[in-house]
């Protein structure tokens, strides 16, 4: 056991060391001066060098690689170039709204994707189950932010159950806030729940003909108490590991769905870097993105060794 974790820990390092390195060469490689950018073009080279001196930008890319790299592991993300404030406050206040919609919409995903996968592994092969794959593929097909304005049109605008967009804040409550991020966590949702739904199906299908199955059959239990007892937490392994990259995912990938809602989460502000040229905000943010997808895959990997048993005696 271990040996097994240590390996994960190996390579949770040696993906973040290369993560950072190819982040910080793909930043620094895009055309445009940040100085130059913030001063216009009718700056003077005189001041957009001294603006350069006092961002940091007159050393080498190597000594700005290093100052980055040794920076976060001390908790110091550098200072924003346009709002003149550590990266670290403007992801702080972000994370806020970032995290909780991650975590919502992985719920409800799991929540939706769990039984309609068991539903359709029990029916497998008839009318049930190809109905189900087939609204899956639906939900696959349909890009989350069409169906985001489909939620809006029909939720905010007609019905006017949920606002279209924001956040009210933390200090407001709860409740009003997770009702603000429905329709933006389910947005998010429907896709993930799909391919959730159809890895869950095929997992389970392909537990059905394990000799342990088949003798909890014969031991007398009918055919959805040994799915839901034996096929279920067998099928588990394949399912943490799609749990695992949608969360992250749902963490780096949500730019649009921040952007049609107007959250103030980490999505807009990757975006709102980008457009102003706010490298140090756009590398900082990228690689702490980075560093939850790694991070969450090594939870994954120890979740392996509560799940399967076979790693804890041979590892």
């Not at 000594?63 to 200072?79: K, S």
């Not at 909890?216 to 749990?243: E, K």
């Not at 790694?294 to 041979?314: C, H, I, Q, S, W």
Request: cysteine-free; charged content about 15%; glycine content about 8%.
């Amino acid at each position: 056991m271990f040996s097994y974790v240590f390996s994960r820990m190996r390579v949770l390092i040696l993906s973040l060391l290369f993560a950072s390195f190819i982040i910080f060469l793909m930043i620094e490689i895009i055309p445009g001066d940040p100085a130059s950018f913030m001063l216009g073009i009718n700056a003077e080279p005189e001041t957009i060098q001294a603006l350069k001196k006092e961002l940091g930008l007159d050393v080498s890319k190597f000594q700005r690689y290093l100052d980055w790299i040794t920076g976060m592991l001390a908790g110091d993300f550098g200072v924003s170039y346009t709002y003149r404030v550590p990266v670290s406050e403007l992801v702080l206040s972000r994370l806020g709204v970032s995290i909780p919609l991650a975590l919502y919409a992985i719920l409800l995903s799991t929540i939706i994707a769990l039984p309609v996968g068991l539903f359709a592994a029990a029916n497998h092969g008839g009318f049930r189950d190809w109905s189900v794959m087939g609204f899956t593929q639906l939900g696959i097909a349909i890009p989350n932010f069409w169906f985001a304005m489909v939620l809006v049109l029909i939720f905010s605008i007609y019905l006017k159950w949920f606002s279209a967009g924001g956040v009210p804040g933390w200090e407001k409550g709860i409740l009003l806030n997770l009702k603000a991020l429905t329709l933006p966590a389910f947005a998010l949702a429907l896709p993930q729940a799909s391919i959730l739904a159809r890895v869950m199906r095929s997992a389970i299908i392909d537990t059905l003909s394990q000799d342990y199955f088949r003798t909890a059959r014969a031991s007398g239990l009918t055919y959805g108490q040994a799915i839901f007892r034996h096929a279920f937490r067998n099928a588990l392994i394949p399912v943490l590991t799609i749990i695992g990259l949608q969360f992250s995912f749902l963490i780096a990938g949500a730019i649009i769905i921040e952007n049609v809602f107007f959250l103030p989460g980490l999505g807009r502000l990757i975006f709102q870097g980008i457009v102003q040229r706010d490298l140090i905000v756009v590398e900082s943010v990228v690689m702490l993105l980075v560093f939850a997808v790694v991070l969450v895959n090594f939870l994954v990997d120890m979740a392996y060794l509560v799940v399967d048993p076979r790693l804890r005696g041979n590892k």
